[in-house]
């Protein structure tokens, strides 16, 4: 039994030592710098007749009273942007259409500026997806 017993002890403060050091980690952990995800939806697509397409992009910011200014770059063989303010009361996604692309490769980046805490100091997280318009051939029929 006292084996035992010296287990249970043992076990007991490993476990202590643990919380303390979690909770120490604590603001580390939670100190997270804003995200932003950017979706386009369809990845790949056929142009229409007039040689065009159009794609949805969903960008999704959680609230956060940090952010600032969200602004998304449509770039390809078209150049789109589009910025708007982003803080604790705007929405979590946000979705842009946009229409009458040429056919080509594109690269959506989204681009969330916020401000650290404490310092007041002005960062900025990016993120990216990739799309493309097929142009169509034309048929020999």
């Known amino acids: 039994m006292p084996r035992e017993?010296?287990?249970?002890?043992?076990?007991?403060?490993?476990?202590?030592?643990?919380?303390?050091?979690?909770?120490?980690?604590?603001?580390v952990l939670?100190?997270?710098?804003?995200?932003?995800k950017?979706?386009?939806?369809?990845?790949?697509?056929?142009?229409?007749?007039?040689?065009?397409g159009s794609v949805l992009i969903k960008?999704?910011?959680p609230r956060s009273p940090q952010n600032r200014v969200?602004?998304?770059i449509l770039d390809g063989p078209?150049?789109?942007?589009?910025c708007w303010e982003n803080g604790p009361e705007s929405p979590l996604r946000k979705e842009l259409r946009y229409t009458s692309l040429s056919a080509g490769e594109y690269v959506v980046v989204g681009v969330l500026e916020w401000v650290e805490e404490g310092?007041?100091?002005?960062q900025t997280t990016t993120a990216r997806d990739t799309f493309?318009?097929?142009?169509?051939?034309?048929s020999g029929f």
């Open 70 to 72: 969200v602004c998304v």
């Open 30 to 36: 939670g100190a997270q710098e804003p995200s932003i």
């Open 38 to 52: 950017v979706e386009v939806t369809p990845k790949v697509q056929l142009s229409n007749t007039r040689g065009q």
């Open 132 to 138: 493309r318009i097929s142009g169509g051939e034309p």
């Open 5 to 27: 017993a010296a287990r249970g002890v043992r076990q007991i403060a490993y476990t202590l030592v643990l919380i303390a050091f979690l909770k120490g980690c604590t603001p």
């Open 59 to 61: 960008v999704t910011t």
């Open 78 to 82: 078209m150049y789109r942007s589009s």
């Open 119 to 122: 310092s007041g100091k002005r």
